[in-house]
């Protein structure tokens, strides 16, 4: 079946349906990774966006549903130039094709994604709409386009009651209290394989009963949206900060931390999202390799130095990439270091978070 993609600058490419056939209007953003789409497919981080695959050939290796990083995928469409329609992987349990059409998630194939892409970059990310309608008026689609705000996000993808994640193996004893932002699975997962027992908790949780079960760390997640929209969630985050806890803070819980603590945050004009993006140390000068997912970055300007310090830097654009706060056991990065495109480099910071909380001594 035909179907198109609307931009909201009037530009439109036209390709074929995959997945679900029902018409949406997202955020418009591309990814640059080569492997991992299932990944991408299930990062919360992409609810209220649909999503552009640079790598022209997606889907070949199928789906493992054991790679997944939440329980469903949260990408309101899904953009890419070839389908594989006949994966080949031992471990393929299905296809993109059926995964989409399972979650009524539309997509297209069959466009030329690096001309999008290049739109993407040069005008910045942009409003669309997936469709299988042929417009001859472009007038009310696009705005409905221009209407549309990613909103509500970070509680529609966090988890609605705690839960526990034991150990693996043998434990160390620390207890780690995960706040759940739109957590990726493998957040959680790093730090029971490191013998942490974490309760995981949703977005909307207090931090007088966080800090009521007395744990040794404070795990802030990953999750999609404008992190100046979570204010509650910010004021709360404000009360972890003074606690005196270790906390270690990922993506848009580094985000929120900043907030919480007197800087701003804003957005960037087509933002950082693949496997691929180098990330400088400034206290060893040592850069790794990391996987990201984001469209705001905190201000490094905005920092009081009192309080924070930029600890890491992206060696592409010189936007922040993490921060250590000053006089506080507490460390937050933007990137993503649960993930593997390295493919281990900046796993070592969940060692360094549980040395924060007295283990492995």
């Not at 990814?31 to 992409?46: H, K, Q």
């Not at 992190?227 to 929120?256: M, V, W």
């Amino acid at each position: 079946m035909k179907a198109f993609l609307i931009l909201e600058d009037g530009t439109v490419f036209a390709g074929t349906s995959i997945g679900s056939t029902r018409e949406v209007v997202s955020e418009i953003v591309f990814n640059t990774s080569m492997t991992g789409y299932l990944e991408v497919l299930t990062d919360p981080s992409y609810a209220g966006q649909a999503v552009v695959m640079t790598y022209p050939l997606i889907g070949n290796y199928g789906i493992c549903r054991e790679d997944m990083e939440s329980e469903r995928p949260w990408p309101d469409g899904y953009i890419v130039r070839e389908l594989s329609r006949i994966p080949s992987n031992f471990r393929s349990e299905d296809t993109i094709q059926h995964f989409l059409e399972e979650y009524d998630i539309p997509g297209i194939c069959g466009i030329d994604t690096r001309a999008l892409t290049k739109i993407l970059r040069e005008k910045g990310t942009m409003n669309g709409m997936i469709t299988t309608r042929e417009y001859t008026d472009l007038a009310e689609p696009v705005s409905r386009m221009k209407a549309y705000k990613v909103e509500g996000v970070v509680k529609k993808t966090s988890c609605r009651e705690k839960y526990v994640l034991e150990p693996e193996g043998e434990g160390n004893g620390k207890r780690v209290a995960l706040l759940d932002l739109g957590a990726k699975r493998n957040i959680a997962r790093s730090l029971a394989k490191r013998g942490c027992q974490v309760t995981v908790y949703p977005c909307d949780t207090t931090a007088e009963e966080i800090l009521a079960s007395r744990p040794d760390g404070i795990m802030l997640s990953n999750g999609p949206g404008d992190p100046k929209e979570n204010t509650e969630i910010i004021r709360e985050i404000r009360r972890l900060y003074e606690s005196d806890r270790p906390i270690f803070a990922i993506c848009l819980g580094h985000q929120l931390m900043a907030l919480a603590t007197g800087a701003d945050t804003y957005k960037l004009k087509y933002g950082h999202r693949g496997g691929n993006h180098p990330v400088k140390d400034l206290e060893t000068g040592r850069v790794y390799i990391s996987s990201q997912n984001h469209g705001y970055a905190v201000d490094p300007e905005s920092l009081d130095p009192s309080v924070a310090v930029p600890a890491f830097t992206n060696v592409n654009d010189g936007t922040n990439e993490g921060l250590k706060y000053t006089g506080k056991n507490i460390f937050t990065v933007q990137y993503h270091p649960e993930a593997c495109p390295g493919p281990q480099d900046s796993s070592y910071l969940f060692d360094r978070f549980i040395k924060m909380m007295g283990g492995n001594e």
